[in-house]
């Protein structure tokens, strides 16, 4: 029992030596920076600001809130930059006591001046008259919308749309009951009707049975 509490003793005295040691050896320049970036008008928190250390490859960036943590030396190069902000810089003093420092760096909203831009559809006068008079605007949802609810589209529509359900049976039953009419004899045949040849002969004169164009069926339109 005695060995045992000497050896926990040993290893917790063991422990605070080597923290210690280590504690020793860090080195006296390594300081956490914690800040948080704001516009100096309004005070306002600045996010997506690249905070970096100039010379080094080493930086983080500003959450959302405008608060940035980062490692770095004394005496490091901090260096601001964000968009539609002009790039602020500050040197961490090197006489700073202790290992942590805060601060607030102040962003100042920059403006940039473009060149003018003149943009064209066309390089010329002579371009522009011949796109104006030759080029083929389509149609607007509009007017697709009004040629599709046409009687002579919805017409052409209608046969090549397949039967439902209720059609098809409906269809059906109107065949059983015209058979059932002509049931145990021969059914007419229109072929061999006087009556149905002189219509068919005067539908023919008055040319019913022309070729119609039709603008609303031609594909080039949509």
Known sequence: MKFRLFAYWFAVVNLFVSLHTLAQLAPDNVI??????????SLRAVSDVVVEVKGKNRGTETEYTGVFSMVCEKGDTLRFSCTGFRTKEYVIPKDIKGDLFSMIQLMVQDTFYLPETIIRPLPSKERFNYAFQHWHIPNDQYELARRNTNSYMLRALAYTMPMDGHLAQSRELARQ???????GQQQPMNILNPIAWGQFFEAWKRGDFRKQSNPYLDDSNY
């Open 32 to 41: 956490q920076i914690d800040g948080v970036t704001m516009t100096a008008d």
């Open 177 to 183: 009951a015209n058979a059932a009419v002509y049931y």
